[in-house]
């Protein structure tokens, strides 16, 4: 059945699903490397681009493609192509789409290794590259450079959780002759698809909500255009950096129920959310959901929900971000996000205590930033342990 015209729910039940001469209900992993050509004309046919089928897995696999479909059908795009990693779906993006010489530009707060792949690697090649707070559009309209060619914007980002317009950065794009690309890691094409408010490429690291289950790392981008695939998955098949069969089985599993994960986490979120905000302990606290958001209305118009990612500062700085991390019990510690269990994180005491606290608050994060991803448990739960955790800060600590 097509589900070209259905809703969200059957998109992700049903789509990229073919069922094959053994009636097999879930689409069954092809573990191979390779595909057998019925002749050599067939061979030469399918080298020539002109004959539906596979040649070696690098180049195509029917596994990954059930998922490229599924995905490229939910962002509403011309087709998928699956990545190792969501890394491997941005190398492949900066790759196909910066020359020697080229300029991008993206948003500041955008994921730490998006950013380290253009000032570490690519800059050998001539690549540079302007990060600016793109929740004000003016900031990009003025980094525009005549080498501009790729305009680069994670929304929501972090750890601030900052909203970017997509509408207003695809007019800019349009306006400056280059290609907006999306990184739709945090919204999940369940609450937000960019292709629709003007992007020309979407990517997500699935190793977040659309896998949810926290058991696979993966990426996938997705292109608006014919021409814009045509660009992109040669590079990709070129670097290697495709997904293997085994791993698109298991998000193919995954991406069925996310629509039902990310409703009942963000319904969970907005609990959470609102019992943070009233603690005496929390100096702040962000979530697109909350009215207190400084851009909670421009993410109510460009996404049909808030997600289930907050982050929030304690007034006891890392002294008391180290606490809670020591006393929770059912929020994991540990990083990434997006899954079915609630992950708790304090950059500043784990993952990035061994930067300097200068670069840290250059980078957005506070002494007492805390990451929370929170996931289908019971809010009630969630709210308990936090509450517990939030009794072993020390008194010497300001609360
Ligand atoms: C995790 C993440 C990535 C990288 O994905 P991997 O699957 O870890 O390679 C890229 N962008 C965002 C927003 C992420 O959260």
């Known amino acids: 059945m097509s589900t070209k015209k259905a809703g969200i729910h059957t998109t992700l039940v049903h789509a990229g699903h073919h069922p094959d001469h053994t009636?097999?209900?879930?689409?069954?992993?092809?573990?191979?490397?390779?595909?057998?050509?019925?002749?050599?004309?067939?061979?030469?046919?399918?080298?020539?681009?002109?004959?539906?089928?596979?040649?070696?897995?690098?180049?195509?696999?029917?596994?990954?493609?059930?998922?490229?479909?599924?995905?490229?059908?939910?962002?509403?795009?011309?087709?998928?192509?699956?990545?190792?990693s969501g890394m491997g779906a941005v190398s492949a993006v900066y790759m196909a789409l910066l020359d020697q010489g080229a300029h991008m530009v993206s948003t500041a707060s955008v994921y730490g290794p998006s950013r380290g792949l253009v000032e570490k690697h690519l800059s050998r090649f001539g690549v540079t590259a302007s990060f600016v707070d793109t929740t004000d559009p003016e900031n990009v309209r003025r980094a525009m450079q005549p080498n501009t060619r790729l305009l680069y914007v994670e929304t929501p980002s972090n750890p601030a959780m900052q909203v970017t317009d997509l509408r207003a950065m695809a007019e800019i794009a349009r306006a400056h002759g280059c290609v907006l690309v999306v990184d739709n890691t945090?919204?999940?094409?369940?609450?937000?698809?960019?292709?629709?408010?003007?992007?020309?490429?979407?990517?997500?690291?699935?190793?977040?909500?659309?896998?949810?289950?926290?058991?696979?790392?993966?990426?996938?981008?997705?292109?608006?255009?014919?021409?814009?695939?045509?660009?992109?998955?040669?590079?990709?098949?070129?670097?290697?950096?495709?997904?293997?069969?085994?791993?698109?089985?298991?998000?193919?599993?995954?991406?069925?129920?996310?629509?039902?994960?990310?409703?009942?986490?963000?319904?969970?979120?907005?609990?959470?959310?609102?019992?943070?905000?009233a603690r005496p302990e929390v100096a702040w606290v962000r979530y697109i959901g909350l009215p207190s958001h400084p851009q909670h209305e421009l993410a109510q118009r460009q996404m049909s929900g808030f997600g289930s990612m907050i982050s929030f500062e304690l007034h006891g700085g890392i002294e008391a971000g180290a606490a809670v991390m020591d006393h929770v019990q059912l929020a994991t510690l540990a990083v990434s996000l997006g899954g079915i269990e609630s992950l708790i994180e304090h950059p500043a005491s784990m993952t990035h205590a061994g930067m300097s606290r200068e670069s840290r608050l250059e980078a957005g994060i506070t002494d007492g930033l805390v990451r929370y991803s929170v996931g289908i448990e019971n809010a009630e739960d969630l709210i308990a342990d936090l509450e517990q955790a939030f009794a072993a800060i020390p008194v010497a600590a300001p609360r």
């Open 23 to 84: 009636g097999a209900v879930t689409v069954p992993i092809y573990q191979t490397s390779t595909f057998a050509f019925r002749s050599a004309q067939h061979g030469a046919e399918l080298f020539a681009g002109g004959n539906d089928g596979y040649i070696y897995t690098r180049l195509g696999n029917p596994t990954i493609h059930a998922l490229e479909e599924c995905v490229a059908q939910l962002e509403g795009g011309f087709a998928g192509i699956a990545t190792s």
């Open 186 to 277: 945090f919204a999940s094409p369940y609450l937000q698809q960019p292709l629709q408010l003007g992007a020309d490429v979407v990517l997500h690291s699935v190793t977040k909500f659309i896998n949810g289950h926290a058991d696979i790392v993966g990426g996938i981008i997705v292109t608006r255009t014919e021409e814009m695939y045509r660009r992109i998955r040669p590079l990709m098949v070129a670097i290697g950096s495709n997904m293997d069969p085994h791993q698109a089985y298991m998000v193919l599993r995954g991406v069925k129920t996310l629509g039902i994960r990310v409703e009942r986490a963000q319904q969970v979120a907005i609990e959470v959310a609102r019992w943070l905000e």
